[in-house]
Antibody, heavy 119, light 111 residues
Protein backbone atom coordinates (compact mmCIF):
# COMPACT_ATOMS: atom_id res chain seq x y z
CA UNK A 1 0.00 0.00 0.00
CA UNK A 2 1.27 3.44 -0.93
CA UNK A 3 1.53 5.43 2.29
CA UNK A 4 2.99 8.57 3.82
CA UNK A 5 3.17 8.90 7.60
CA UNK A 6 4.16 12.18 9.26
CA UNK A 7 5.57 12.54 12.76
CA UNK A 8 7.36 15.06 14.94
CA UNK A 9 4.63 17.58 15.61
CA UNK A 10 3.95 19.04 19.02
CA UNK A 11 3.82 22.14 21.19
CA UNK A 12 6.73 24.57 20.93
CA UNK A 13 7.34 28.09 22.22
CA UNK A 14 7.71 31.05 19.84
CA UNK A 15 11.28 31.19 18.58
CA UNK A 16 11.72 27.47 19.08
CA UNK A 17 12.51 24.68 16.64
CA UNK A 18 10.93 21.44 15.53
CA UNK A 19 11.80 18.76 12.99
CA UNK A 20 9.04 16.96 11.13
CA UNK A 21 9.48 13.61 9.41
CA UNK A 22 7.50 11.84 6.71
CA UNK A 23 8.03 8.11 6.21
CA UNK A 24 7.16 6.77 2.77
CA UNK A 25 6.28 3.19 1.88
CA UNK A 26 4.76 1.21 -0.98
CA UNK A 27 6.49 3.09 -3.79
CA UNK A 28 9.95 4.04 -5.07
CA UNK A 29 10.47 7.13 -2.93
CA UNK A 30 13.63 8.21 -4.74
CA UNK A 31 11.72 8.67 -8.00
CA UNK A 32 9.35 11.37 -6.78
CA UNK A 33 9.48 15.03 -5.83
CA UNK A 34 7.93 15.65 -2.44
CA UNK A 35 6.21 18.55 -0.76
CA UNK A 36 5.07 19.93 2.57
CA UNK A 37 1.64 21.58 2.76
CA UNK A 38 0.12 23.07 5.90
CA UNK A 39 -3.34 24.00 7.11
CA UNK A 40 -3.91 26.44 9.96
CA UNK A 41 -6.93 25.71 12.18
CA UNK A 42 -10.12 26.47 10.27
CA UNK A 43 -8.19 27.73 7.24
CA UNK A 44 -7.34 26.49 3.77
CA UNK A 45 -4.33 24.67 2.39
CA UNK A 46 -0.98 26.46 2.05
CA UNK A 47 2.02 25.07 0.21
CA UNK A 48 5.22 25.25 2.29
CA UNK A 49 8.10 23.66 0.39
CA UNK A 50 9.12 21.32 -2.41
CA UNK A 51 12.15 19.10 -3.01
CA UNK A 52 13.01 17.22 -6.19
CA UNK A 53 13.77 13.51 -6.26
CA UNK A 54 17.54 13.97 -5.99
CA UNK A 55 17.37 17.12 -3.82
CA UNK A 56 18.71 19.19 -6.70
CA UNK A 57 15.79 21.61 -6.68
CA UNK A 58 14.35 23.07 -3.49
CA UNK A 59 11.72 25.79 -3.19
CA UNK A 60 9.98 27.54 -0.31
CA UNK A 61 6.95 29.72 0.21
CA UNK A 62 7.92 33.29 1.10
CA UNK A 63 6.26 32.86 4.49
CA UNK A 64 8.85 30.28 5.59
CA UNK A 65 11.92 31.15 3.52
CA UNK A 66 15.03 31.48 5.69
CA UNK A 67 13.40 29.71 8.64
CA UNK A 68 12.43 26.27 7.31
CA UNK A 69 14.65 23.70 5.59
CA UNK A 70 13.36 20.75 3.59
CA UNK A 71 15.50 17.66 3.07
CA UNK A 72 15.20 14.00 2.24
CA UNK A 73 17.05 10.72 2.72
CA UNK A 74 16.25 8.40 -0.16
CA UNK A 75 18.05 5.51 1.54
CA UNK A 76 15.64 5.82 4.45
CA UNK A 77 12.57 6.66 2.33
CA UNK A 78 12.08 9.75 4.44
CA UNK A 79 11.27 13.43 3.99
CA UNK A 80 12.05 16.08 6.61
CA UNK A 81 11.15 19.65 7.49
CA UNK A 82 13.39 21.50 9.91
CA UNK A 83 11.47 24.44 11.33
CA UNK A 84 13.37 27.20 13.17
CA UNK A 85 12.35 30.57 14.59
CA UNK A 86 8.79 29.37 14.86
CA UNK A 87 5.97 31.89 15.10
CA UNK A 88 2.37 31.65 16.26
CA UNK A 89 1.26 31.87 12.64
CA UNK A 90 3.11 28.62 11.89
CA UNK A 91 0.53 26.77 13.98
CA UNK A 92 -1.03 24.26 11.60
CA UNK A 93 -1.40 20.66 10.57
CA UNK A 94 1.54 19.81 8.33
CA UNK A 95 1.03 17.30 5.53
CA UNK A 96 3.59 15.69 3.28
CA UNK A 97 2.42 15.06 -0.27
CA UNK A 98 3.85 13.20 -3.24
CA UNK A 99 4.18 14.95 -6.59
CA UNK A 100 2.64 12.58 -9.13
CA UNK A 101 4.80 13.52 -12.10
CA UNK A 102 7.01 16.47 -11.34
CA UNK A 103 4.46 19.11 -12.27
CA UNK A 104 3.18 19.93 -8.78
CA UNK A 105 0.18 17.62 -9.01
CA UNK A 106 -0.12 15.95 -5.62
CA UNK A 107 -1.52 12.44 -5.70
CA UNK A 108 -0.73 10.95 -2.28
CA UNK A 109 -1.08 12.75 1.07
CA UNK A 110 -0.11 11.78 4.59
CA UNK A 111 -2.48 12.03 7.55
CA UNK A 112 -0.75 15.13 8.90
CA UNK A 113 1.01 16.14 12.11
CA UNK A 114 -0.07 19.07 14.29
CA UNK A 115 2.36 21.85 15.18
CA UNK A 116 1.30 24.34 17.84
CA UNK A 117 3.43 27.41 18.52
CA UNK A 118 2.40 29.01 21.78
CA UNK A 119 3.91 30.31 24.98
CA UNK B 1 0.50 37.28 -7.35
CA UNK B 2 -1.46 34.60 -9.14
CA UNK B 3 -4.59 33.50 -7.27
CA UNK B 4 -7.29 30.88 -7.69
CA UNK B 5 -10.79 31.91 -6.65
CA UNK B 6 -13.48 29.44 -5.64
CA UNK B 7 -17.02 29.98 -4.37
CA UNK B 8 -17.13 29.77 -0.60
CA UNK B 9 -19.92 27.22 -0.57
CA UNK B 10 -22.32 25.29 -2.78
CA UNK B 11 -25.20 22.98 -1.96
CA UNK B 12 -27.24 20.45 -3.86
CA UNK B 13 -29.53 17.50 -3.28
CA UNK B 14 -28.53 13.84 -3.39
CA UNK B 15 -28.60 12.39 -6.90
CA UNK B 16 -28.14 15.78 -8.54
CA UNK B 17 -25.08 17.24 -10.28
CA UNK B 18 -22.96 20.07 -8.91
CA UNK B 19 -20.13 22.04 -10.48
CA UNK B 20 -17.47 23.89 -8.50
CA UNK B 21 -15.52 26.60 -10.31
CA UNK B 22 -11.93 27.74 -9.86
CA UNK B 23 -10.99 30.98 -11.63
CA UNK B 24 -7.44 32.13 -12.28
CA UNK B 25 -6.61 35.77 -11.55
CA UNK B 26 -4.29 36.28 -14.51
CA UNK B 27 -2.52 34.54 -17.33
CA UNK B 28 -3.93 31.33 -18.76
CA UNK B 29 -5.18 28.66 -16.38
CA UNK B 30 -4.68 26.19 -19.22
CA UNK B 31 -0.92 26.75 -19.11
CA UNK B 32 -0.47 24.53 -16.06
CA UNK B 33 -2.30 21.52 -14.74
CA UNK B 34 -5.14 21.95 -12.25
CA UNK B 35 -5.79 19.49 -9.46
CA UNK B 36 -8.78 19.03 -7.15
CA UNK B 37 -8.60 17.76 -3.59
CA UNK B 38 -11.38 16.56 -1.34
CA UNK B 39 -11.12 17.07 2.42
CA UNK B 40 -13.73 15.59 4.70
CA UNK B 41 -14.03 17.05 8.23
CA UNK B 42 -11.16 15.96 10.44
CA UNK B 43 -9.35 14.15 7.63
CA UNK B 44 -6.38 14.76 5.36
CA UNK B 45 -6.94 15.88 1.79
CA UNK B 46 -7.27 13.26 -0.93
CA UNK B 47 -6.90 13.75 -4.65
CA UNK B 48 -10.01 13.40 -6.78
CA UNK B 49 -8.70 14.97 -10.02
CA UNK B 50 -5.12 15.59 -11.18
CA UNK B 51 -3.68 17.00 -14.39
CA UNK B 52 -6.95 18.78 -15.25
CA UNK B 53 -9.13 15.71 -15.79
CA UNK B 54 -7.41 12.53 -14.61
CA UNK B 55 -8.91 10.43 -11.83
CA UNK B 56 -6.69 8.49 -9.43
CA UNK B 57 -7.55 4.84 -9.12
CA UNK B 58 -10.42 4.36 -6.72
CA UNK B 59 -12.09 7.70 -7.47
CA UNK B 60 -15.51 7.07 -9.04
CA UNK B 61 -16.24 8.39 -12.52
CA UNK B 62 -18.91 10.62 -10.96
CA UNK B 63 -16.03 13.04 -10.49
CA UNK B 64 -14.76 14.90 -13.56
CA UNK B 65 -12.56 17.90 -14.23
CA UNK B 66 -12.42 20.37 -17.09
CA UNK B 67 -10.78 23.58 -18.23
CA UNK B 68 -12.51 26.55 -19.88
CA UNK B 69 -9.93 28.86 -21.40
CA UNK B 70 -12.52 31.46 -22.37
CA UNK B 71 -13.33 32.13 -18.72
CA UNK B 72 -9.85 31.23 -17.44
CA UNK B 73 -11.39 28.73 -15.11
CA UNK B 74 -11.33 25.09 -14.13
CA UNK B 75 -14.32 23.11 -12.94
CA UNK B 76 -14.97 20.06 -10.84
CA UNK B 77 -18.25 18.33 -11.62
CA UNK B 78 -19.75 15.72 -9.33
CA UNK B 79 -22.73 13.83 -10.68
CA UNK B 80 -25.11 11.52 -8.83
CA UNK B 81 -24.33 13.31 -5.57
CA UNK B 82 -24.08 11.21 -2.43
CA UNK B 83 -24.07 12.36 1.16
CA UNK B 84 -20.50 11.04 1.43
CA UNK B 85 -19.43 13.70 -1.11
CA UNK B 86 -20.06 16.39 1.50
CA UNK B 87 -16.63 17.92 2.08
CA UNK B 88 -14.36 20.85 1.34
CA UNK B 89 -12.89 20.91 -2.16
CA UNK B 90 -9.71 22.74 -3.11
CA UNK B 91 -8.35 23.47 -6.56
CA UNK B 92 -4.59 23.82 -7.00
CA UNK B 93 -2.18 24.76 -9.76
CA UNK B 94 1.33 25.98 -10.43
CA UNK B 95 2.66 29.48 -10.95
CA UNK B 96 6.26 30.24 -11.90
CA UNK B 97 6.62 32.99 -9.28
CA UNK B 98 5.00 31.41 -6.24
CA UNK B 99 5.14 27.78 -7.39
CA UNK B 100 2.13 26.08 -5.83
CA UNK B 101 -1.15 27.92 -5.38
CA UNK B 102 -4.36 26.65 -3.79
CA UNK B 103 -7.84 28.05 -4.12
CA UNK B 104 -9.55 29.11 -0.92
CA UNK B 105 -11.73 26.01 -0.84
CA UNK B 106 -15.42 25.34 -1.42
CA UNK B 107 -17.67 23.74 1.17
CA UNK B 108 -20.04 21.31 -0.53
CA UNK B 109 -23.24 20.54 1.35
CA UNK B 110 -25.38 17.64 0.16
CA UNK B 111 -28.84 18.04 1.59
Amino acid sequence: EVQLVESGGGLVKPGGSLRLSCAASGFTFSSYSMNWVRQAPGKGLEWVSSISSSSSYIYYADSVKGRFTISRDNAKNSLYLQMNSLRAEDTAVYYCARDASGDYAFDIWGQGTMVTVSS
Amino acid sequence: NFMLTQPHSVSESPGKTVTISCTGSSGSIASNYVQWYQQRPGSAPTTVIYEDNQRPSGVPDRFSGSIDSSSNSASLTISGLKTEDEADYYCQSYDSSIFVVFGGGTKLTVL
